[in-house]
């Protein structure tokens, strides 16, 4: 239990770091990663393919399994947006609509699951 309070406030801390100004890769590395992780414990699956690139991918959401291949159901986005949509600073559809998120699929929507973490002050 105590292993995995210090583990969410590393990734709360990296996502607060990644989100203000001048963020190191790291900072952004940890952050996408953390939030990838919420995402997959929160909504698990192997349905969708979510990727953000070069920091980290996962698969989510409950439905068919792919298991060769690329997978039908793929969403990919840039780590600044993965980060404001996971922080529930951008919405879902604006991103899509404005093409910072590619989504291919019947299933590759994660408006039902955003924001993962609302940062408190």
Do not use: K
């Not at 698990?44 to 979510?50: A, F, R, S």
């Not at 070069?54 to 792919?66: K, L, N």
């Not at 159901?73 to 093409?99: C, K, M, P, Q, S």
């Amino acid at each position: 239990m105590a292993r995995a309070r210090i583990a969410d406030d590393v990734g709360q801390a990296g996502v607060r770091a990644a989100l203000g100004a001048g963020a190191s890769r790291d900072d952004t590395a940890t952050a996408v990663r953390y939030l990838l992780q919420l995402l997959s414990e929160s909504a698990p699956g192997n349905t969708v393919e979510i990727r953000v690139p070069p920091y980290g991918a996962v698969q989510a959401i409950e439905g068919p399994r792919h298991t060769r291949g690329t997978p039908p159901n793929v969403i990919e986005t840039d780590a600044v947006t993965w980060l404001a949509l996971a922080t529930g600073a951008e919405d879902w559809a604006v991103a899509l609509a404005a093409g910072r998120v590619a989504a291919s699929g019947s299933r590759a929507d994660l408006s039902e699951h955003l924001p993962i973490l609302r940062m408190r002050e």
